[in-house]
Structures are given as structure tokens and as C-alpha cells.
């Protein structure tokens, strides 16, 4: 049996640490000082990025305020920033495009316009939390099964079995995004579904995420039927898809993540090709984890959300102008492509 794993990372630094990371990065851009190897200047960022978080219970927009922290062949270098609750909490319900923020050299000082607070969706993982209990309910399944009549029942009907699905098994190109080989296999893939699930559900919806799952997960199998012979199981086909499926939100929507978009979506391509290079080891199907990542991407970005900023300011929310007849059109068609690929491989190759 193959495993398709995605192991997949999260930071859980303490509120500030990623602050204090922007602004070294910040002044290193500005001045070409790098001051993440000057313990000094180091410890003065961190209790000042410290200080404007204990005051974010009384002043909505602190100001972090660092005179003289460096100096360079023009003289010192004072460095301002405006900050907001959502530079510490980036998960809140609400973001803050850009903050305003200030950077003052020998007196002269730059400063950006004040940037506009838009409410986010804020809908319930719903799927993503179901999808979690199918999986680890199957697993208990197949342990059951295997202690109780000596062999695993649900991989046995449902694992990528390529003879099985020419014999008119279809079922199996479906089935095998909820089958896991271990315990290890179940926890990397449910670790990485909860990550980006949450994040990706709670733009996409609960309709529209499923789609997603499904999509991505026929897509991986049908690769994997098509490239390889070896059988297969894991949910990591479904997962690739919705990690490619966030890398095309945050691409069509750079306009509105700013600055910030470059970074996400370089963090969204290393996670993809580690894990790709991952898949290159022996026993795990990198076919499905290449076939799931193209079906994400194709099903986002013809299926998925267009947003736009709707209202007047303060009060700004953003809209999906995806229509939900749109959606549906988009996935059915999708649905319909991959069952004719999968007809034509079988009636080619059968």
C-alpha cells in the first residue's frame, strides 16, 4: 500500500514574534542593516513590540517607537510604526490590509496612507471538521476489522486497486481520499487538513469546500490510476488540492493582501515542492499528490471565490460576485471531465 503523506508545518510563535521578524525585515530593506545579529537593538524591538501589545487593550493603534535603534554612513536611524491587533493575531476575524506605519531618518519622515479595516468572512470549518471524523472513524473501521476477521475491510472495498477499477470498480477513485495505511499516514494528513482546511473553508464555504475536497481527491486517484500501477490510499490527493487551491485565492486576491501575498504565496510553493520532494521516497504515490494539486488549482480558479470590496468606509466587507448557480455549473462540469478522462483511459488501456 502507498501512504501519501503532507506533512505540513504551522508557526506557533508567541504574539509579537512575527512582528518582530517584519520590522528586522523592514529595516533591512530600508537601510541594509541587518540587526537580527545586534542582541541590543534585538531586545529593544522585542519590548517595544511587547509594550504596544499591552497597550492594545486601550489604543486600538499603538506606535512603536525605536529612536536611534541603528545607525548607517547618513547618520542615525529612528524607525515609527503604527500597529494593530491584527499584527499579533493575524487568525481574527478581521484584517488590516496594511498598517500605517512610519519610518523617520535625521528628522525626514515617510508616511503611508492609513489603511482600511475590512471584515472577513468568519464561517465554521464545518466540512473540514467532518471530513476529520469520516477519516479517523474509517481508520477505527479498518483497525476493527483487521483484529476481528484478520483482514482490513474498507481498504479491501475501497483502495486504489488499478485491475480492480477496469473490472468496473469505480468506487475506488473515490474512496481511497478516506483510507489510511497507519496511524502515522492518519495523523500527518488529518494534521494538515485541520491547518489548511480551516484557513480555506472559511473563504471557500462549506458547499464550495467540499467540492474542493472531492474534485482534488478524483483528480490525485485518476493520476495516480493513470501513472501508476502500485495501489493506493490517503487523503493527501485531497489535500494537495486544497493547498493549491489557497496558493490561486491568494494570487487572484494579491490586490487585496497587499504586500503580504508575496510571502504567502512563496510559503504555499515551498510547502507544495518539499512535499512533492517528500513524495519521491519509495512507497508513497507523489502521481496522486501532482494529480491533486492540478485539480485544486483548476477547480479555484474557475470555481473559485471572487471577492470585491463592497461598502464605504470604515464599514468595508468583502463579497464573493461568484454566483452560487455559477459554482455548481463550474463543478458539475468539472465532475463530468474527469469521469469522461477517467472513460477514456479505461477504454484505451482496458
Do not use: C
Amino acid at each position: 500500500m502507498n501512504q501519501n503523506n503532507l506533512p505540513v508545518s504551522s508557526e506557533k510563535n508567541n504574539p509579537g514574534q512575527q512582528l518582530v521578524s517584519i520590522i528586522l525585515s523592514e529595516i533591512s530593506r530600508k537601510y541594509n542593516i541587518d540587526l537580527s545579529q545586534d542582541p541590543v537593538a534585538l531586545e529593544r524591538i522585542k519590548d517595544a513590540v511587547e509594550k504596544a501589545r499591552l497597550e492594545l487593550d486601550t489604543n486600538p493603534q499603538p506606535e512603536i517607537n525605536l529612536p536611534s535603534i541603528s545607525a548607517n554612513p547618513s547618520g542615525p536611524i529612528h524607525f515609527q510604526r503604527v500597529v494593530s491587533r491584527e499584527d499579533y493575531y493575524p487568525d481574527s476575524p478581521e484584517v488590516e490590509n496594511i498598517g500605517r506605519h512610519q519610518e523617520q531618518v535625521d528628522g525626514y519622515t515617510s508616511q503611508s496612507q492609513p489603511a482600511l479595516r475590512i471584515k472577513l468572512p468568519d464561517r465554521k470549518p464545518l466540512v473540514t471538521y467532518s471530513l476529520m471524523v469520516i477519516n479517523v472513524v474509517l481508520y477505527l473501521l479498518q483497525i476493527l476489522t483487521d483484529s476481528l476477521v484478520g483482514f482490513d475491510v474498507p481498504a479491501a472495498i475501497g483502495l486504489k486497486v488499478n485491475e480492480l477499477i477496469f473490472a468496473g470498480q469505480y468506487w475506488r477513485l473515490v474512496t481511497p481520499m478516506f483510507l489510511h495505511g497507519s496511524i502515522l499516514h492518519l495523523g500527518f494528513n488529518m494534521y494538515a487538513l485541520y491547518i489548511l482546511g480551516r484557513r480555506v473553508e472559511r473563504f471557500f464555504g462549506s458547499f464550495r469546500f467540499l467540492g474542493l475536497y472531492l474534485i482534488a481527491g478524483i483528480a490525485g486517484n485518476m493520476f495516480s490510476f493513470f501513472f501508476t500501477p502500485a495501489p493506493s490510499l490517503g487523503s493527501s490527493t485531497a489535500i494537495f488540492g486544497i493547498l493549491g487551491a489557497e496558493g490561486v485565492f491568494i494570487y487572484q486576491h494579491r490586490k487585496l493582501f497587499g504586500d503580504r501575498f508575496r510571502v504567502a504565496l512563496k510559503q504555499i510553493v515551498q510547502v507544495a515542492v518539499v512535499n512533492i520532494l517528500i513524495g519521491l521516497s519509495p512507497g508513497i504515490d507523489n502521481w496522486g499528490h501532482i494529480g491533486g494539486l492540478i485539480g485544486g488549482v483548476l477547480f479555484t480558479w474557475f470555481t473559485g471565490p471572487v471577492f470585491q470590496v463592497q461598502g464605504a468606509p470604515p464599514l468595508l466587507r468583502l463579497e464573493d460576485k461568484r454566483a452560487l448557480r455559477t459554482i455548481g455549473i463550474g463543478f458539475t462540469i468539472q465532475l463530468i471531465l474527469l469521469i469522461g478522462l477517467i472513460a477514456l483511459i479505461i477504454f484505451f488501456r482496458g
